[in-house]
């Protein structure tokens, strides 16, 4: 991409505070115009097809469709898109997964007002970013020599459900939250404790802990 382009961006959160929050950070940079925005992972997918833009900032967490399952469809769609994924979750529970499915990078929603406009300058021009501590943590995971854990098998939806049961909320609580029936998110905690052979959330939550999975 040419320096002088005026890179767009595309905005997926479902939180207009955050979205407008974003905007603010870049409004500064002359280089970087916000194109686009979707409050949800379907509207993400059709409107971001018609914006025309360099890169999406697209939060993990989006209410109907997961951030790494729209991640998944664009990347699908358009290879060669730059898309930079926001989290809440500190960068080790989540950065791993979405880069194995195509993010040129990941930044947590903290970090985003010191590292934004940087991060999105560098996966506009085609390379990766990642904050030092997630470099670190790659590393780290790079040089060890260890079998692939229980959780890694589980699916992005099954990996979700799993986080947030161990945070001590109920099924209930987390089908409101994904905008998902209790009966679905009921079957993603019984295939994730089959596939992890564990009996109950008591098992679920203690190997969550162990493995660092929940602050």
Sequence with gaps: MNQKTTIRVFIADDHAIVRAGLKQILSDSPDIIVAGEAENGLDAIKMFR???????????????????????????????????????????QYAIRSLKAGAAGYLTKQSAPKELVTAIRQVAAGQKYVSAALAQELAAQVSEDHTTPLHDTLSDREYQTLTMIASGKTVSAIAEELSLSVKTISEYRARLLVKMKLKNSAELTHYAIKNQLIE
Excluded: T, Y
């Design 50 to 92: 018609k914006a025309k833009c360099h890169v999406m900032l697209l939060d993990i967490s989006m209410p109907d469709k997961s951030g790494i399952d729209v991640l998944k469809q664009v990347k699908k769609e358009n290879p060669d898109m730059a898309v930079l994924m926001l989290s809440m979750h500190r960068e080790d």
